[in-house]
């Protein structure tokens, strides 16, 4: 990967931790219900979540399945061997006095995505949050136990784009796994941004870690500012002042700020779970037969949609804007082999749609099958490009049927070349002075007699075939 130099000097070296909140029915070790949009504080809870003595956690086996799916899918390694491990805190969102984690025997090992080599993606269970009035503070059980989906990366992330560009890849493969929406604004998915520089690129700098992140945005700006920071202490000889710590992204003022120095792995005191059996995934799971059962992953569509020739800027919104995708999918499969067609469609969704979507009030996605027939008409000429877009309009306001509308609208294109000839006829005999004209090498008359053709049709022809008739006629 390409490795850029900052302020003249500088290299950064990013490594990320990302947590991905799995979805499931249950909970990891319990039958409390995961339910991410619950409102009203501890309801999905129940003696195994709440840590009540002598309960005994149950491993959730569709969480299993999930991770080795993520694993199959960037590549890595599935272990075999796998186990539970207690990492050991006193914090009140984890009334156990610890977390059930993984530490020695992570299910999923190496692999990449997005270009990215990735160390690890362990297995555990989401804590509880904790909420803070004046005066006292109150704990919320319903996330503690969800099961939770840690991603760690190499140290080989080197500018503060690709940390958003990578987090959104992993937003996006969960999804198309069906294995966890990953919501950052919810915190489904949460980033934590490791960060260092240094002015040799065969040496690190101190790491600080950067938490709270609500948004890719964020990340990506705190990671600039984390960098920024860091070449200023150096700049300024005071590059012992950066400590290896935790910081914490603030949103409102856009800086990072310490939240405390960072305890080492030592100190959890990690041991294997007594109470949770030891897995041998591979005797547990067919997991060829899931490699085999992988949906096309999103550097696969992106790849498929390229050689269409569609745009990559077009692409991304194609296969990651949840509402789009499935109706250009639809598309894509009714005019498979129709590369112009595609290329058309796409631009009407991601320009003209958008467009729609960010400025109209009770603006409604269009059916697919309606898009479809939309698609099918621009591609038999049965409108122009004007018909075509205040077609849509209607689709994303009203919705209805594009060839009731387009009939309705009088905006069907004149195709047939029978009428169209019977036109053309006609203005040739209204200008023969022109005719004459054109006649004597006049090239221009033909835009002229063109306009009398549109005006005599009101806009109606298709104006590609009424040239090549008048062409015709007169040469
Ligand atoms: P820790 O023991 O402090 O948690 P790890 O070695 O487990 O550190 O790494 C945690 C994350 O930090 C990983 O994503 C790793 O790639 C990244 N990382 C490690 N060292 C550095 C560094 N010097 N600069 C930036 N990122 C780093
Ligand atoms: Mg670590």
């Known amino acids: 990967m390409e490795r850029p130099i900052y302020k003249g000097k500088y290299y950064l070296t990013i490594g990320l931790e990302i947590h991905a909140e799995l979805k499931t029915k249950t909970k990891m070790f319990s039958r409390a219900l995961n339910n991410p949009d ?13 840590a009540h003595p002598g309960t005994l956690p149950v491993v959730n086996k ?13 590549g890595g390694n599935i272990a075999n061997f796998t186990e539970f491990d207690r990492k050991n805190y006193f ?18 090992s190496g692999g990449s995505l997005a270009g990215v080599a990735l160390t690890r993606i362990h297995l555990e269970e989401d804590t509880g949050t904790n909420k803070h009035e004046s005066g006292y503070s109150l704990v919320d059980f319903n996330r503690a136990g969800i099961p939770l989906a840690e991603l760690v990366t190499e140290p080989v992330i080197y500018t503060p784009e690709k940390v958003s560009e990578f987090a959104k890849e992993f937003q996006l493969l ?7 929406d990953a919501n950052l604004q919810k915190g489904e998915m949460r980033v934590e941004v490791n960060l260092s520089v240094s002015d040799d690129p065969a040496k690190f700098g101190t790491k600080v870690e950067v938490k709270n992140i609500g948004s890719f945005k964020a990340a ?29 992204w603030d949103e409102d003022k856009q800086i990072t700020v310490s939240q405390r120095s960072k305890e080492n792995s030592e100190d959890y005191r990690y041991f294997p779970d007594p109470d949770i059996p030891k897995f041998y995934l591979h005797e547990m799971f067919d997991i060829e037969k899931m490699k085999s059962e992988l949906p096309e992953l999103p550097w696969q569509k992106r790849e498929r ?15 990651g804007d949840k509402e789009i995708a499935p109706i250009f999918e639809h598309a894509v499969s009714v005019f498979s082999n129709q590369k112009d067609v595609l290329v058309k469609a796409s631009n009407y969704l991601c320009s003209d749609l958008l467009g729609y979507r960010a400025n109209i009030e009770g603006f409604q996605y269009p059916q697919k099958e309606s898009f479809a027939e939309l698609v099918e008409m621009i591609a038999k000429n049965l409108i ?27 905006l069907l294109q004149q195709s047939d070349e029978g009428a169209i000839k019977t036109m053309v006829q006609k203005i040739i005999e209204g200008f023969p002075a022109q005719v004459e004209d054109y006649k004597n090498g006049n090239e221009n008359v033909l835009k002229f007699l063109m306009g009398q053709v549109m005006k005599e049709s009101k806009g109606s022809v298709n104006p590609e075939i009424a040239t090549e008739i008048l062409k015709q006629i007169l040469s």
């Open 38 to 50: 619950e409102e009203e504080p501890n309801q999905n809870i129940d003696p195994v979540s709440l």
């Open 62 to 74: 569709k969480a299993l399945e999930h991770m080795i799916r993520i694993g199959l899918a960037v």
């Open 91 to 108: 914090y009140p969102d984890i009334p156990k006095g610890y977390q059930i984690s993984q530490y020695k025997h992570p299910i999923v």
């Open 174 to 180: 969960l999804r198309t796994l069906g294995a966890g």
């Open 220 to 248: 990506e700006a705190a990671a600039r500012y984390e960098m920024d920071r860091h070449i200023a202490l150096l700049e300024d000889g005071r590059g012992d002042e950066i400590k290896q710590e935790t910081r914490g």
């Open 305 to 319: 949609y390229s050689n269409l020739g569609i745009k990559a800027e077009d692409i991304e919104i194609l296969i």
């Open 384 to 410: 122009n490009s004007r018909g075509a877009k205040d077609i849509l309009l209607i689709l994303c306001t009203q919705g209805g049927k594009p060839s009731v509308i387009a009939e309705e609208k009088g």
